[in-house]
């Protein structure tokens, strides 16, 4: 209801009102006096229950204050009015969309929406849980989004319960009906027992086992276990047989004690399958004189045994003391027959007159010192020679003083793989010495190679410090975009965007999956971001298709280099890390913790997918000496990257690319990629494969994990006069589609430079600091946040400004953002860093008739 204030002149009045009746077309004039000022003016104000309202109006020359209500004139007498509540609505009675019961399994993500009834001022919205209020804050596992809609993230038993939505604002409260949640479990079998002991001891019998559904068991209406809980099998026991003796042997020769023995087997039959072991003694023995043999010597006879023995026994020790000293005269006659004196030492070099080289296959040692004559070289042979060579018969003895040992010397180890000089004491000298320093190099070179770096390669590459205002860092076609606001305020980080070579990185594909985009890291990992950073990658999947036929997941690599799954598309949850966008040629990342990143994906049946190839001629830079001439056809991912690593293979070979690369549609059909060359002149040119065509598998191909795939068509000329060559290469999938190479070339013409590489392809890697990184100002920024953050009731906010741009494939993701409309712009900005104009933007908020905003941006963008 709208009053309208009309003023007389004279003196003010104070009134209430509630009913309107109507008034004379004409007032009482007065005469001309000064124009009546309004002191005091009246406010808006709620009709709540039907308790009057008042409504207050001073103004000063008056004579009298006439009010209009709903466009009829108060009357002057009566100021004080009824006005019925159903001609004012305070807050409506009906939900537009009230809550429904579910039931849910257990750890399921549950959502109950509430839309609240239209009111004025908009009710505030509460969620009860058996009539408790719900506070996220209090339990996480509760989220309430901006919309009013209640997500539990994964369901409890503990969660089941009665949930009602409460709308209420100064005017009224309403409740929805209630819904009842009802979380059920079912039941999953335990382990299987150990299989039982066959039933039958003896023959053909029966095995069991069980299992009972418990793990868990059924609650709330679960489903019951499938499947048997036992399971039997048949089982056959060998029956057990029983040892039995043999017949006693023959009665063995009567010995020296006057006994006989005789012995028996326990192999008639021999004990089988458990059977009982033979009972009693394998061996009998019994007096073989019957009483005759003495067994006892006779006296003094065992003293004459013992005083043989020792007679024995001083005679050996006799004769090896006389071995013992024949065989140290005559190594003492072996040595003076080698002593050298030390001045024909000196002039010989020291090397002694019956000097024998050390015996190959040892381990050398080269020792060596400088003497104090300047020119004068001395080598000699050491007692740690002596232990390396293992040769007794060159043994150098002087009382010189040039001839002792210095304090340290310098020994050489050569190794087969190494050469590595060693300062030594001289008295370590040991074999085992010198091989534990040659196994401490070793294991140091082993602990260098297999520690882990990223390799940052010329082109594949970039790098810059960041602070609070952000910014982007930018390989072609692979953007790490960094939006203002990410990193803390006062923080700075020296962030980096590297490409990773295939040949120095373990591939995400595992199974039938296949590697899609090159492997990227961001960092440095662990850094702490308050939003979501978007990473680009290309990826060569064909998504062109009417139906999905691609399963597409996100990896990322842990610190110890496995692969890990961040989400599948098309089946995220709340606990999903990232958001990704997918685009024709590339897809973008939305992530709030940087790492090493990978596409793979895999065929969803029953449609084969298919993924984009690319396939580069090269052949031998020109002028070509030589009658051998080699064309080379590379199968790459069709990747800016992946061109660009193999150009700079052949650019190392001398290789020239002769045409722009075709592009082929690989199909995920088991089918290998033929190659073959036609049309060759024979007159002059002669091909050197055998076969009719050469095939890439397909395997090889599907799941990336060779790079890069090649095949080689070797050609020979007929002399070095031939210059123009002319033929035709086909490539094709077989039972799929192919391309057709028509070359037409001049071996010994130089061709100019080709870039392959399409616009904006060629540029260097570079980064952009600050606000020159976007194109979005940031004040627009704020203020289309500021419009659509806050929800509508007529779904005119950030979700209709997310299916405008295609981004609303998940939209629980930026409803768990602070500023989810912001979340948004920052994936606009990454999307669209080519064409990055305003246009598109505009005309999404024009459709949605954000006319206050697009003043806004053509007043302070550039639309």
């Known amino acids: 209801m709208r009053a309208v204030v009309r003023v007389q002149f004279g003196v003010t009045e104070s009134s209430d009102y509630s009913e309107a009746e109507v008034l004379p077309d004409s007032f009482p004039s007065a005469p001309a006096e000064p124009l009546p000022e309004f002191l005091l003016e009246p406010e808006?104000?709620?009709?709540?229950?039907?308790?009057?309202?008042?409504?207050?109006?001073?103004?000063?020359?008056?004579?009298?204050?006439?009010?209009?209500?709903?466009?009829?004139?108060?009357?002057?007498?009566?100021?004080?009015?009824?006005?019925?509540?159903?001609?004012?609505?305070?807050?409506?009675?009906?939900?537009?969309?009230?809550?429904?019961?579910?039931?849910?399994?257990?750890?399921?993500?549950?959502?109950?929406?509430?839309?609240?009834?239209?009111?004025?001022?908009?009710?505030?919205?509460?969620?009860?849980?058996?009539?408790?209020?719900?506070?996220?804050?209090?339990?996480?596992?509760?989220?309430?989004?901006?919309?009013?809609?209640?997500?539990?993230?994964?369901?409890?038993?503990?969660?089941?319960?009665?949930?009602?939505?409460?709308?209420?604002?100064?005017?009224?409260?309403?409740?929805?009906?209630?819904?009842?949640?009802?979380?059920?479990?079912?039941?999953?079998?335990?382990?299987?027992?150990?299989?039982?002991?066959?039933?039958?001891?003896?023959?053909?019998?029966?095995?069991?086992?069980?299992?009972?559904?418990?793990?868990?068991?059924?609650?709330?209406?679960?489903?019951?276990?499938?499947?048997?809980?036992?399971?039997?099998?048949?089982?056959?026991?060998?029956?057990?047989?029983?040892?039995?003796?043999?017949?006693?042997?023959?009665?063995?020769?009567?010995?020296?004690?006057?006994?006989?023995?005789?012995?028996?087997?326990?192999?008639?039959?021999?004990?089988?399958?458990?059977?009982?072991?033979?009972?009693?003694?394998?061996?009998?023995?019994?007096?073989?004189?019957?009483?005759?043999?003495?067994?006892?010597?006779?006296?003094?006879?065992?003293?004459?045994?013992?005083?043989?023995?020792?007679?024995?026994?001083?005679?050996?020790?006799?004769?090896?003391?006389?071995?013992?000293?024949?065989?140290?005269?005559?190594?003492?006659?072996?040595?003076?027959?080698?002593?050298?004196?030390?001045?024909?030492?000196?002039?010989?070099?020291?090397?002694?007159?019956?000097?024998?080289?050390?015996r190959q296959g040892k381990f050398t040692a080269t020792v060596s010192h400088t003497s104090p004559q300047r020119g004068l070289s001395v080598g000699r042979s050491s007692p740690c020679s002596k232990g390396v060579n293992d040769s007794p018969h060159k043994i150098p003895m002087t009382t010189s003083p040039?001839?002792?040992?210095?304090?340290?010397?310098?020994?050489?180890?050569?190794?087969?793989?190494?050469?590595?000089?060693?300062?030594?004491?001289?008295?370590?000298?040991?074999?085992?010495?010198?091989?534990?320093?040659?196994?401490?190099?070793?294991?140091?070179?082993?602990?260098?190679?297999?520690?882990?770096?990223?390799?940052?390669?010329?082109?594949?590459?970039?790098?810059?410090?960041?602070?609070?205002?952000?910014?982007?860092?930018?390989?072609?076609?692979?953007?790490?975009?960094?939006?203002?606001?990410?990193?803390?305020?006062?923080?700075?980080?020296?962030?980096?965007?590297?490409?990773?070579?295939?040949d120095k990185t373990t591939l995400p594909s595992e199974g039938s999956q296949t590697v899609l985009s090159p492997v990227v890291s961001c960092g440095p990992s662990g850094m702490l971001l308050n939003r979501p950073v978007v990473l680009t990658l290309p990826h060569c999947a064909q998504l062109d298709t009417p139906t999905p036929d691609w399963t597409l997941t996100l990896k990322t690599q842990t610190h110890q280099g496995a692969w890990e799954e961040v989400l599948t598309v098309g089946e995220e949850t709340l606990s999903s890390p990232c958001y990704l966008q997918l685009e024709e040629e590339c897809c973008h990342v939305l992530m709030e913790q940087l790492g090493t990143y990978g596409l793979v994906g895999q065929s969803c049946p029953p449609q084969p997918a298919c993924k984009r190839l690319q396939l580069a001629l090269f052949a031998p830079r020109a002028p070509c000496l030589s009658l051998d001439y080699s064309l080379r056809i590379y199968c790459i991912h069709d990747t800016p990257h992946a061109l660009k690593e193999v150009l700079d293979l052949e650019r190392s070979l001398g290789g020239?690319?002769?045409?722009?690369?075709?592009?082929?549609?690989?199909?995920?059909?088991?089918?290998?990629?033929?190659?073959?060359?036609?049309?060759?002149?024979?007159?002059?040119?002669?091909?050197?494969?055998?076969?009719?065509?050469?095939?890439?598998?397909?395997?090889?191909?599907w799941s990336g994990s060779q790079r890069p795939l090649h095949c080689a068509f070797s050609l020979e000329r007929g002399s070095l006069a031939v210059s123009q060559l002319t033929c035709k290469i086909c490539v094709r999938q077989v039972e799929g589609e192919g391309q057709i190479f028509q070359l037409h070339t001049d071996i010994q013409e130089t061709l100019p430079p080709h870039s392959p590489l399409p616009s904006g392809g060629t540029c260097l890697p570079s980064s952009q600091v600050g606000p020159y990184a976007f194109r979005l100002p940031d004040s627009i920024r704020q203020k289309i946040c500021a419009s659509l953050d806050a929800p509508s009731a007529r779904g005119c906010d950030w979700r209709l400004l997310a299916r405008s741009l295609g981004f609303d494939r998940y939209l629980n993701y930026f409803a768990t953002k602070p500023s989810p409309t912001g979340v948004l712009l920052d994936l606009w900005e990454a999307c669209h860093q080519a064409d990055a104009d305003l246009v598109s933007l505009a005309t999404a908020l024009e459709e949605m008739g954000k006319s206050e905003v697009l003043v806004v941006m053509t007043t302070d963008g550039d639309c």
């Open 44 to 358: 808006d104000a709620f009709i709540v229950k039907n308790r009057p309202v008042q409504l207050r109006c001073r103004a000063s020359p008056a004579t009298q204050i006439y009010f209009k209500c709903n466009g009829e004139w108060v009357n002057q007498n009566d100021h004080v009015t009824r006005e019925s509540l159903d001609q004012i609505t305070d807050l409506r009675k009906n939900f537009e969309q009230e809550p429904l019961g579910r039931e849910v399994r257990l750890e399921q993500e549950v959502l109950l929406q509430c839309r609240p009834p239209e009111g004025m001022p908009a009710a505030e919205v509460d969620w009860l849980k058996n009539e408790d209020v719900i506070d996220p804050s209090q339990d996480s596992n509760f989220l309430i989004t901006i919309d009013h809609d209640l997500i539990i993230k994964q369901a409890r038993l503990s969660d089941t319960a009665n949930y009602t939505c409460v709308a209420r604002n100064v005017v009224a409260k309403r409740r929805s009906s209630t819904a009842t949640l009802i979380v059920y479990v079912s039941g999953g079998w335990s382990s299987w027992t150990a299989w039982s002991e066959c039933n039958a001891r003896c023959g053909r019998g029966w095995q069991r086992r069980t299992r009972s559904c418990t793990n868990p068991a059924p609650l709330n209406g679960g489903a019951f276990c499938e499947g048997p809980p036992f399971q039997r099998v048949t089982c056959t026991t060998l029956c057990p047989v029983d040892g039995g003796w043999t017949e006693w042997a023959k009665w063995s020769a009567c010995g020296t004690e006057c006994t006989h023995w005789r012995s028996r087997e326990c192999q008639a039959p021999p004990p089988r399958n458990g059977g009982k072991h033979c009972s009693g003694s394998m061996m009998e023995s019994k007096n073989c004189t019957e009483g005759l043999c003495a067994r006892t010597l006779a006296p003094g006879m065992g003293v004459a045994v013992y005083a043989g023995l020792v007679g024995a026994l001083l005679l050996c020790v006799i004769l090896v003391l006389c071995v013992g000293v024949l065989a140290y005269r005559r190594r003492c006659r072996h040595l003076h027959g080698d002593i050298t004196d030390s001045s024909s030492a000196l002039t010989a070099a020291f090397h002694p007159g019956n000097y024998k080289p050390p």
């Open 402 to 502: 040039l001839l002792d040992p210095l304090p340290s010397l310098k020994i050489k180890v050569y190794n087969s793989s190494t050469l590595s000089s060693l300062e030594l004491p001289a008295d370590m000298c040991s074999d085992g010495e010198i091989l534990s320093l040659k196994s401490v190099g070793t294991m140091g070179r082993e602990r260098d190679y297999h520690s882990h770096t990223l390799s940052r390669e010329p082109g594949l590459s970039t790098s810059a410090t960041l602070g609070n205002l952000g910014g982007r860092l930018t390989i072609p076609n692979t953007v790490c975009l960094v939006p203002p606001g990410t990193i803390p305020q006062g923080k700075f980080y020296e962030m980096y965007l590297i490409i990773n070579k295939w």
């Open 656 to 701: 020239v690319l002769l045409e722009d690369p075709k592009p082929l549609f690989f199909k995920d059909s088991y089918h290998n990629l033929r190659l073959s060359i036609h049309d060759i002149p024979h007159t002059h040119w002669r091909s050197k494969l055998l076969a009719k065509y050469q095939e890439i598998p397909f395997y090889h191909i």
